[in-house]
């Protein structure tokens, strides 16, 4: 049994100067609050947390992670509480006591194999600092060993199955293979008791046999590199059961079928030590090509260096070898943990991302590997997400972007979801739609019925499906809206000429006239009304071609639009710098009473039959205009084009005044369309001038030299 003794040595062992004070008040404060508590094994209930804190000690992590696992059950299982565990140990031991809690308090249910990377990367998103994972993992390595203690056969298959596909990958991942290789084997030996127990007795069946086949292979691997003047470490066992079964179950094999269950290792002392030692084994063994691995010179994302190669030893037998330095050892049995570990002078109070300064590195230095994509993918991915793991009701997982909201998780269950989506509820709260999801949030949508998607949400929303959707459903509102008008207009204009619009509408000779304006159907033609690029009475004209251009001056028609219907050449598309999203070619007018410039935000008003009437977002009219009748624009000019403007100026009275601003504003690009001065009393003038700029930012440049000027007090854009 662990004893706190056991733990502080390992502590002091790997760095003299640690500060186990810190290890000593976790492990009082801990059996104070277990006391009373015992494990289904009948042991004390704080044997747990000794055990945990021991293999965290012995990965060789730092006091804080050690305390941590001291106290990883205290929040959930005794009256403790988080204050007091930040008042005694500090935030860091919170934050990983408490990550650790809200981990524990997650659960897959069960047949979720299909969701486990989903899981997999929720888990590590979750755990922001990686000492919680590590904790976590050393959690369920104790856990696992003493899992025989449950009575319900149910219960050890779950954990074990939630074991082997969620924890041993992330081990895996993490390069702990130790842990990997050590939780795969109980998972497997409570999920398949048959397999494991025929495996165990086939290992054991001619023991003798192979422990003198390990012997021989070893023996001739020292002679071989001590004739080649290295010094060496050479180690051979078996491999784990569970991948002993995994070969088996994969490639359909017997288990006498399987050579190459024993594996070889070989720690030498330096990088080309490794190489040279490579070179001699395959002088004495045929190697099999396919089987060479080289993860030194193409180390794994998660820094696994070694060599890797089979060879047709002894006997005939296939053997595996792996060869490797102390140094990358090390890293293979704590893997990222390795990198955990006390440094020199670390401060305890370091900022997180400052702890993850190691992987930065490796992610900017990542020119020093082969494979940059999936070292990313492995790395950054899981260390620092830039995904949100949200559970539906029913505890599927969705992944999401960072930033997300309710509406995206809607539009991603459905379309219908997503448009009929009124409010959502995290955790079963209500919530705003535009709140931000975290990772390990329940969301529930409230629909309703007839409900319709919301413009704003294009201001918040994250992902493609829900943005596309939200555009896709403003575009067909708009293009419904001018079919709407342009109805209206034409019944209108169709009673003055006597005829009968909603009539005609369903004529065979409508049809024709739809085909005549080059439309494919009768809305078309029709919004097109209602943008106002045909007039009613050129719908009226196609019926009564007499009646020509005799009741109003509407004949008046621009000439790239006549030139479109008599349809003799493509009309040039009118240049007027903004554009109706998702339209090419609507007529466009600038509203006279606040002359948008290039940077203002605009809104457009759809007239009628005169095109869409563009005004500054907050124009006076724009806002009294009908809400139905407004339409999104936006800037699409080219860069020489200019627009005008008025400003206001105002200045005391002098010599050359007028010159002074002219020059000014000429020296800086604007053109001016219009002066006007007057003097009033106090020796002041006020000057109204019309420019031509080409957008808010060259007017405030212009305006910014204009205050320039000697004896200007105020320049400034006025309205009209
Ligand atoms: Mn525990």
Redesign the pocket.
């Known amino acids: 049994m662990i004893r706190i003794n056991d733990i502080i040595d390992r502590i002091v062992e790997n760095n003299p100067d640690a500060d186990v004070d810190i290890v000593d008040r976790a492990y009082i404060f801990s059996a104070r609050v277990h006391h009373g508590q015992v494990r289904l094994s009948g042991e004390p209930y704080l044997t ?2 000794l055990e ?1 804190a021991y293999i965290l000690s012995d990965m060789n992590l730092d006091v804080v992670s050690v305390a941590a696992g001291l106290l ?2 205290v929040i ?2 005794t009256h403790a509480t988080e204050d007091e565990i930040r008042e005694m140990f500090g935030k860091d031991v919170l934050h990983c006591v408490s990550g ?1 809690t809200k981990l ?1 308090k997650l659960s897959f249910g069960s047949a979720q194999a299909r969701q486990a990377e989903s899981i997999r990367k929720m888990l590590l998103a979750m755990a922001d600092d990686i000492r919680v994972i590590l904790i976590k993992l050393a ?2 390595i ?2 696992m060993r003493t899992l025989g203690f449950h009575k319900k056969e149910s219960k050890k298959r779950q954990i074990s199955q939630e074991t082997l596909d969620i924890y041993a990958p992330i081990a895996s991942r993490l390069g702990i293979y130790w842990m990997k290789k050590e939780l795969e084997d109980i998972s497997f030996m409570h999920l398949m008791p048959d397999r494991y127990a025929e495996i165990e007795r086939r290992v054991s069946q001619d023991r003798v046999e192979r422990e003198n086949y390990i012997e021989t292979v070893n023996d001739k691997i020292r002679e071989e590199m001590e004739k080649a003047g290295l010094k060496c470490e050479v180690m051979g066992r078996y491999k784990h059961f569970y991948s002993i079964y995994q070969k088996m179950a994969k490639q359909n094999l017997n288990f006498e079928d399987i050579y190459d269950i024993i594996a070889f290792r070989i720690i030498l002392g330096t990088k080309y030590q490794c190489y040279e030692a490579l070179g001699h084994l395959h002088d004495l063994w045929k190697p099999i090509d396919i089987k060479f691995k080289d993860y030194i010179g193409r180390p794994k994302p998660n820094m696994y260096q070694s060599l890797h190669t089979t060879v047709i030893g002894p006997k005939g037998q296939r053997i595996e070898i792996q060869i490797r330095t102390q140094e990358m050892d090390k890293v293979a049995k704590s893997g990222i943990a390795a990198h955990w570990g006390y440094k020199e002078d670390r401060r305890m109070d370091e900022d997180i991302t400052q702890r993850f300064a190691w992987i930065q590195n490796l992610i900017e230095n990542q020119e020093s590997f082969n494979d940059p994509d999936e070292f990313l993918e492995n790395v950054r991915i899981d260390l620092f997400p830039d995904e949100v793991y949200v559970f539906t009701p029913n505890g599927e997982i969705k992944t999401l972007p960072k930033g997300a909201t309710p509406v995206d998780f809607a539009y991603m269950i459905h379309t219908e979801v997503g448009s009929q989506c009124i409010g959502a509820k995290v955790n079963r709260r209500m919530v705003p739609l535009k709140y931000e999801l975290q990772t390990g949030d329940v969301v529930e949508i409230v629909t309703q019925q007839n409900h319709n998607p919301s413009k704003d949400w294009l201001g918040f929303v994250r992902t493609v499906k829900a943005r596309s959707r939200i555009r896709q459903w403003i575009k067909t509102q708009d293009k419904n809206r001018s079919v709407s008008i342009g109805r209206e207009m034409c019944e209108k204009r169709f009673r003055k000429h006597k005829l009968n619009f909603a009539e005609l509408l369903r004529s065979d000779e409508m049809a024709g006239v739809v085909e005549q304006f080059g439309f494919k159907s009768v809305d078309d033609l029709l919004a097109s009304i209602g943008y106002g690029k045909v007039t009613p009475l050129q719908v009226v004209r196609k019926f009564q071609p007499r009646e020509e251009e005799a009741s109003e001056g509407e004949a008046a028609q621009p000439s790239w639009l006549m030139s479109r219907i008599t349809g003799r050449k493509r009309p040039r598309k009118p240049k007027t710098g903004v554009k109706v999203k998702g339209h090419d070619d609507i007529l466009i007018r600038f509203g006279r009473c606040c002359q948008p410039l290039p940077g203002d935000r605009i809104t457009g008003y759809i007239t009628r039959g005169h095109g869409v009437t563009v005004h500054q977002a907050g124009c006076v009219n724009a806002l009294k205009m009908n809400p139905d009748r407004q339409i999104d624009v936006e800037w699409h000019h080219e860069k020489a084009e200019t627009f005008p403007v008025k400003i206001l100026i105002l200045s005391h009275d002098r010599v050359g005044l007028l010159a002074d601003l002219a020059a000014n504003i000429s020296k800086n690009g604007a053109n001016i369309m219009a002066a006007n001065s007057e003097t009033r009393g106090n020796n002041t003038v006020e000057s109204r001038f019309t420019l031509a700029v080409r957008d808010t930012q060259h007017l405030d440049k212009v305006l910014a030299a204009i205050r320039k000027v000697k004896t200007i007090t105020e320049a400034r854009r006025i309205k009209t």
Do not use: I, S
Request: proline share 8%; hydrophobic share 15%; net charge negative.
């Open positions: 747990h947390p945990v990883h059950d959930e299982d650790v524990g959690d369920r104790h856990n």
